[in-house]
C-alpha cells in the first residue's frame, strides 16, 4: 500500500483512539444536554463563515478580472467545501479551478494563479493569528513553534511577493523550460504560464486579501466559541484565538482528512490548560465537525444536481 494511502489513516486511528479512551456515554451526555440557543447562533456563524469565505474568493477572483457572479461563486465552494471535507489539508477547493476553466472560459494558468494566491494569502493569515495569540501558552508551547511559525510566514509571503514578477520568475524557469519540457507541450506549458499571470493583482491588494482571510478565520473560530458555549464551555473568546489557530494548522499536516484526529488532539492538550475536561472538548470537536458537514451537503447536492441536467 503507497504512503499516500496510508498517511489518511493516522488520524482516523488518533480519533479512534481518543474516541474510547473516553467514557463514550459522557460524551453522549454532554451531547444531550447542549443549550439549543447557543447552537443556534453557531449555526448562523457557519452560514456566515460560507459567505465569508466565498465573498474572500469572490473579490480575488474579480480582481483577476474572473466574471464570476457571486451565486456562481458561491456554488462553486460549497462543491469545494464537500471535496475539501474528505481529502487531506482541504485540497479539494482545487476545484474551483476546474470551475474557473469549464464555466469562465478560462485556462488553467488563470485557475492555479486564483488558488495559489488564495491559499497562499489563507495560510499566511492563519499562522499570524497563531503566532499572535501564542505568547498565552508561552510557558507550554515550545519556543521553535513560534519561530518556525514566523519563517514559515515570511517565506511563504516572501515567495509570493517574489514569483508575483513574470519576468523574474521566467529568467528561473527558462533553462528548464527549455531542456526538460517535451517539445510536444510546450505551447502548451507557455500558454499556462502566461495565463497564470495574466490580470495578476497589484501588491496593495494583497493586505486587502489578507484582511479579508483575517476576518474570515474569525468568523469560523465564533462557530467554534458558540458550539463550546453551547456545552457550558466557558472560556473566553480571547483564548480561543489562541487555541484554534494552532489547532487549525496541525490539522493541515496531510496525515489525516479534513483534520480529524491531530485536531481533536491538540484541543484536548491546550484548553485541558483552562481545566476543560477531554470529554467537553472531544464534544464540542464533534459537534464542529456535524456542523462542518453542512456546507458538504450541500455541495454534493450541487454535485448530483448539476449532474442530472
Given at each position: 500500500?503507497?504512503?499516500?494511502?496510508?498517511?489518511?489513516?493516522?488520524?482516523?486511528?488518533?480519533?479512534?483512539?481518543?474516541?474510547?479512551?473516553?467514557?463514550?456515554?459522557?460524551?453522549?451526555?454532554?451531547?444531550?444536554?447542549?443549550?439549543?440557543?447557543?447552537?443556534?447562533?453557531?449555526?448562523?456563524?457557519?452560514?456566515?463563515?460560507?459567505?465569508?469565505?466565498?465573498?474572500?474568493?469572490?473579490?480575488?477572483?474579480?480582481?483577476?478580472?474572473?466574471?464570476?457572479?457571486?451565486?456562481?461563486?458561491?456554488?462553486?465552494?460549497?462543491?469545494?467545501?464537500?471535496?475539501?471535507?474528505?481529502?487531506?489539508?482541504?485540497?479539494?477547493?482545487?476545484?474551483?479551478?476546474?470551475?474557473?476553466?469549464?464555466?469562465?472560459?478560462?485556462?488553467?494558468?488563470?485557475?492555479?494563479?486564483?488558488?495559489?494566491?488564495?491559499?497562499?494569502?489563507?495560510?499566511?493569515?492563519?499562522?499570524?493569528?497563531?503566532?499572535?495569540?501564542?505568547f498565552v501558552f508561552q510557558k507550554v508551547l515550545p519556543q521553535t513553534f513560534v519561530y518556525y511559525s514566523?519563517?514559515?510566514?515570511?517565506?511563504?509571503?516572501?515567495?509570493?511577493?517574489?514569483?508575483?514578477?513574470?519576468?523574474?520568475?521566467?529568467?528561473?524557469?527558462?533553462?528548464?523550460?527549455?531542456?526538460?519540457?517535451p517539445k510536444k507541450i510546450k505551447q502548451k506549458v507557455k500558454n499556462g504560464f502566461n495565463s497564470f499571470?495574466?490580470?495578476?493583482?497589484?501588491?496593495?491588494?494583497?493586505?486587502?486579501?489578507?484582511?479579508?482571510?483575517?476576518?474570515?478565520?474569525?468568523?469560523?473560530?465564533?462557530?467554534?466559541?458558540?458550539?463550546?458555549?453551547?456545552?457550558?464551555?466557558?472560556?473566553?473568546?480571547?483564548?480561543?484565538?489562541?487555541?484554534?489557530?494552532?489547532?487549525?494548522?496541525?490539522?493541515?499536516?496531510?496525515?489525516?482528512?479534513?483534520?480529524?484526529?491531530?485536531?481533536?488532539?491538540?484541543?484536548?492538550?491546550?484548553?485541558?490548560?483552562?481545566?476543560?475536561?477531554?470529554?467537553?472538548?472531544?464534544?464540542?470537536?464533534?459537534?464542529?465537525?456535524?456542523?462542518?458537514?453542512?456546507?458538504?451537503?450541500?455541495?454534493?447536492?450541487?454535485?448530483?444536481?448539476?449532474?442530472?441536467?
Amino acid at each position: 500500500m503507497k504512503v499516500k494511502k496510508i498517511l489518511p489513516l493516522i488520524g482516523i486511528g488518533i480519533f479512534l483512539y481518543i474516541l474510547f479512551r473516553l467514557d463514550f456515554r459522557r460524551i453522549l451526555s454532554e451531547l444531550k444536554n447542549i443549550r439549543i440557543e447557543f447552537l443556534i447562533v453557531a449555526l448562523i456563524f457557519l452560514s456566515l463563515s460560507v459567505l465569508s469565505q466565498t465573498f474572500k474568493w469572490f473579490i480575488i477572483a474579480r480582481t483577476q478580472k474572473i466574471k464570476v457572479r457571486f451565486p456562481e461563486a458561491l456554488k462553486a465552494n460549497l462543491i469545494g467545501e464537500f471535496y475539501g471535507f474528505i481529502t487531506p489539508s482541504k485540497v479539494g477547493s482545487l476545484t474551483r479551478m476546474a470551475y474557473i476553466k469549464k464555466c469562465e472560459g478560462y485556462n488553467h494558468g488563470k485557475g492555479a494563479s486564483n488558488y495559489v494566491l488564495e491559499k497562499i494569502l489563507d495560510v499566511c493569515s492563519l499562522i499570524f493569528l497563531a503566532v499572535i495569540f501564542s505568547f498565552v501558552f508561552q510557558k507550554v508551547l515550545p519556543q521553535t513553534f513560534v519561530y518556525y511559525s514566523v519563517v514559515l510566514f515570511f517565506i511563504l509571503f516572501s515567495l509570493l511577493i517574489f514569483f508575483r514578477d513574470k519576468e523574474r520568475t521566467k529568467k528561473i524557469f527558462r533553462g528548464i523550460y527549455h531542456k526538460f519540457i517535451p517539445k510536444k507541450i510546450k505551447q502548451k506549458v507557455k500558454n499556462g504560464f502566461n495565463s497564470f499571470y495574466e490580470d495578476m493583482p497589484q501588491k496593495r491588494f494583497f493586505l486587502i486579501f489578507f484582511i479579508i482571510n483575517l476576518i474570515n478565520w474569525i468568523i469560523l473560530y465564533l462557530f467554534s466559541f458558540f458550539i463550546g458555549l453551547s456545552l457550558s464551555i466557558n472560556v473566553p473568546f480571547f483564548y480561543f484565538l489562541a487555541i484554534l489557530p494552532i489547532a487549525t494548522l496541525v490539522g493541515l499536516i496531510p496525515i489525516t482528512i479534513s483534520g480529524l484526529g491531530t485536531r481533536e488532539a491538540t484541543l484536548i492538550s491546550l484548553f485541558g490548560l483552562f481545566g476543560i475536561s477531554a470529554t467537553k472538548v472531544f464534544s464540542m470537536s464533534i459537534l464542529s465537525l456535524i456542523g462542518g458537514t453542512i456546507p458538504a451537503i450541500i455541495g454534493i447536492f450541487l454535485i448530483f444536481r448539476s449532474r442530472s441536467k
